[in-house]
Every structure is written in structure tokens, then in C-alpha cells.
């Protein structure tokens, strides 16, 4: 029987704590961790007065939420092979965790399973199981990411590149999303538009999968953080205003060990154009090069 631990993470959301957490515990996993990450509501005291079996982690030092910190957090309290991660919207219906423990097959990680045109609903997207051992082997999930979305995008792909690792997927019924607006989303996120914290993490995601195929071996969590403040910066738009459809940016990642062995900084030009100056479609360009060495 497969042993499975549940970590869920809190930031503000106790209402959806309390009607989310029952589910998983009547369903007795082998463990389940919540991450109260500087809950203003009292998540941490709530839980512990209720289920007092339940693991639970604060996290007071961060005044904002970075849900990548706080599943990587919340997995390393856990002991179980395999690991749930799951927002604290996410309703479990019943035999969810029955089904894991009979199908779960070591080589794989599980997503929803998509439906009959190959879609996936994005409410349920982040709510993934994978073995510990392939979790821990790529680093967990990349803290650089501390806006909306794209953390589970950037891991799934680390995941899929492993060898003898494969994508499978989970019955999408026994997962259920609670309804509830984007602002509530972004409450802690210094980007509240969607769409543009979106091209933000699809243009981060492309430069360091390009940096990484091609020019480094490694890029360090500064570096990486660097990259991710430059590309907010650039892309992240003017408040409320909608993202612009075209657009040019720059980023440095400063000095880098490269591949030759030697540390070079490289310069990565970005931009969203059309294929001709006036009409066709619009597609993502990325060109990576060294920086000009002075002298």
C-alpha cells in the first residue's frame, strides 16, 4: 500500500480551510502538512485545535506568498514516497485517496487527467502527486516564482525531462475547485492583472530553459530571482492596464558559469511580434548571447 502525504498551503484562506481540510483527513492519508504562510486569519491556530494530528508549519518571515517556498517547506516535514500538493481550494471527493494507493505506479508523476479534447481545467491545475524522490532530484518547485501561476507549469516540465519519469494522470472528477474571484488570487501578489503575471511567467520560463539547453549548466536561485524581478519589471505592465499585445524586452543574468567553464554574463533579448511588421500571428522570440566583454 502506497503511503501518501497531503501538503496544502494557507495564505488567508481559512475559509477554504475549513471546508477542504475535513475532506482530506476523513480520507486518512498517511500524513497531511498545512503551511500557514503569515495567515492573518489564524489558519496554523485553527487547525491545530481541530485536528491536532495534522502537521502544521508556520511561516512568519515573508509578508507576501510565495507558494513555491511554501510547498518546498511543506514537503520536507513530510515522510511518506509519495506527495499530494494541493491548494486549499481544492475539495478531495470520495475515494480519491483509496484510488492513489492502488495505482500509483513508481516512474510517474499525476496531473488531472485532461478531457475528451485534451483540456485541462485550470482551476485544478496545481493539484499534483509525485514521488518524493523525483520531487527532491529536481529541486522542488522554483521559488524565483512569487506572482500567480506558472511555479506548477515550470515544475511539470522539470519533471517530464527526468529519465524513466513519465506524465500520467488521475481520475479529474475527484478533484473539485471551490469558486472565487481573481482578486482573491492575487490578494498577496504585487501583480493582480492574470494575463500579465502570465506573460511574465511564460517569458521567465522560456529564458531559463533556453539558458539551460544551451549556454549553463545551473543557474542559482539569485540568478534566477534576478532574471525573474528584470522580466516584471519590463512586462509587468501599468496597474490595471491590460498587457500589450507586441512587445521588446532585455535582461542580464550577470555573471554566470557557463558551459566553457569560464563565469560570463550573457544578455537575453525577449519580444512578442508579428511574423510580418503588419499582420500574421503573433509568437514568442528569445535570442541568448554573451555580454561584450569591454577592453
Not at 507549469?153 to 506524465?167: F, I, K, N, S, V
Request: charged share 30%; proline share 6%; glycine share 10%.
Amino acid at each position: 500500500m502506497q503511503q501518501i502525504a497531503f501538503v496544502t498551503t494557507s495564505k488567508g484562506r481559512l475559509h477554504h480551510i475549513r471546508e477542504t481540510l475535513p475532506r482530506i483527513v476523513g480520507q486518512a492519508p498517511h500524513e497531511i502538512i498545512v503551511v500557514d504562510y503569515g495567515c492573518p486569519d489564524g489558519t496554523a491556530a485553527w487547525v491545530e485545535t481541530h485536528y491536532p494530528d495534522v502537521k502544521v508549519l508556520r511561516v512568519d518571515d515573508d509578508p507576501g506568498f510565495c507558494l513555491p517556498r511554501a510547498r518546498n517547506l511543506g514537503a520536507r516535514l513530510s515522510s511518506a514516497r509519495w506527495i499530494c500538493f494541493i491548494d486549499a481550494d481544492i475539495r478531495i471527493q470520495p475515494g480519491w485517496v483509496e484510488w492513489m494507493r492502488q495505482r500509483l505506479v513508481p516512474g510517474h508523476f499525476y496531473r488531472a487527467a485532461a478531457d475528451a479534447k485534451g483540456k485541462r481545467d485550470g482551476e485544478t491545475f496545481g493539484t499534483v502527486i509525485c514521488e518524493r524522490a523525483a520531487f527532491e532530484r529536481i529541486g522542488g518547485y522554483d521559488e524565483a516564482f512569487r506572482g500567480w501561476g506558472g511555479e506548477d507549469t515550470d515544475l511539470y516540465a522539470r519533471l517530464a525531462a527526468q529519465p524513466g519519469l513519465r506524465e500520467a494522470g488521475y481520475p479529474a472528477h475527484f478533484v473539485e475547485p471551490i469558486p472565487h474571484d481573481d482578486g482573491e488570487r492575487t490578494q498577496f501578489h504585487e501583480v493582480k492583472r492574470k494575463d500579465t503575471q502570465g506573460r511574465i511567467n511564460v517569458a521567465y520560463i522560456r529564458i531559463k530553459q533556453q539558458l539551460l539547453a544551451h549556454h549553463v549548466d545551473a543557474l542559482s536561485i539569485e540568478v534566477r530571482r534576478a532574471l525573474m524581478e528584470q522580466i516584471k519589471r519590463q512586462l509587468g505592465g501599468n496597474g490595471d492596464a491590460a498587457p500589450r499585445k507586441t512587445y521588446a524586452a532585455r535582461v542580464l543574468t550577470g555573471q554566470v558559469l557557463s558551459r566553457t567553464g569560464l563565469p560570463r554574463s550573457f544578455v537575453v533579448d525577449i519580444a512578442r511580434r508579428r511574423r510580418f511588421v503588419l499582420f500574421g500571428p503573433r509568437r514568442f522570440v528569445i535570442r541568448v548571447r554573451p555580454e561584450p566583454v569591454e577592453g
